[in-house]
């Protein structure tokens, strides 16, 4: 079956940059893109980016263009969000998620999403 | 961006009721929306997408309906295990967005 399995919680302090991993198995990986959702304590998702594994081409959410980045390794079947400049409002549960459509040239919306990887933004 | 707004924000319902969210969008969108599930300390589940589809495993008491800027979410007979937050979100033009959220509890 499809699963998609984080890393583990991360503390950081205010500026640093922190990296997720999401990797993926019961799948043809390089078949569906991986969209990024974080969700603060209390809200609803947010929309952060996605990424095609097929070609590597990205999309990112004009919040967090420039301070964000998401790549995939192949050979290891997995996708990495790298966020910098964190602040204290970043604080949330990040999530990724596999794309519903497969081989698509954007993100549409998610059928499977990982467990998710809470990050605090702390002093 | 597009703007999701949906409603009600809060909702009490009884075991059996009929349930109907209602998702607004900003501009036309066509039939690019999906409906989400999501219970505490779990991801979001997807219910419905393309505005109607049924995702596979989804119980059939579930549908959705809608296009261009007006779209709901119907249970028919709502069972224990519904009582969550259930989300719409759209993908037009590969920039997604979700709405604020639909908080369905047990009266």
């Known amino acids: 079956q499809v699963q998609l399995v984080q890393s583990g919680t991360e503390v950081k302090k205010p500026g640093a940059s922190v990296r997720v991993s999401c990797k993926a198995s019961g799948y043809t990986f390089t078949a569906y893109g991986v969209g990024w959702v974080r969700q603060a304590p209390g809200q609803g998702p947010e929309w952060m980016g996605w990424i095609s594994v097929y070609t590597g081409n990205t999309n990112y959410a004009q919040k967090f263009q420039g301070r964000v980045t998401m790549t995939t390794d192949t050979s290891t079947s997995t996708t990495y969000m790298e966020l910098r400049s964190l602040r204290s409002d970043d604080t949330a549960v990040y999530f990724c998620?596999?794309?519903?459509?497969?081989?698509?040239?954007?993100?549409?919306?998610?059928?499977?999403w990982g467990q998710g990887t809470l990050v605090t933004v702390s002093s | 961006a597009i703007q999701l707004t949906q409603s009600p924000s809060s909702l009490s319902a009884s075991v059996g009721d009929r349930v109907t969210i209602t998702c607004r969008a900003s501009q036309g969108i066509s039939s690019a929306l999906a409906w989400y599930q999501q219970k505490p300390g779990k991801p979001p589940r997807l219910l419905i997408y393309?505005?109607?589809i049924l995702e596979s495993g989804v119980p059939s008491r579930f549908s959705g309906s809608g296009s261009g800027t007006d779209f709901t979410l119907t249970i028919s007979s709502l069972q224990p295990e519904d009582f969550a937050t259930y989300y719409c979100?759209?993908?037009?033009?590969?920039?997604?967005?979700f709405g604020g959220g639909t908080k369905l509890e047990i009266k």
């Open positions: 393309d505005a109607s």
């Open positions: 998620a596999r794309d519903r459509v497969g081989y698509s040239s954007g993100p549409y919306n998610f059928d499977s």
């Open positions: 979100q759209q993908f037009n033009s590969y920039v997604l967005t």
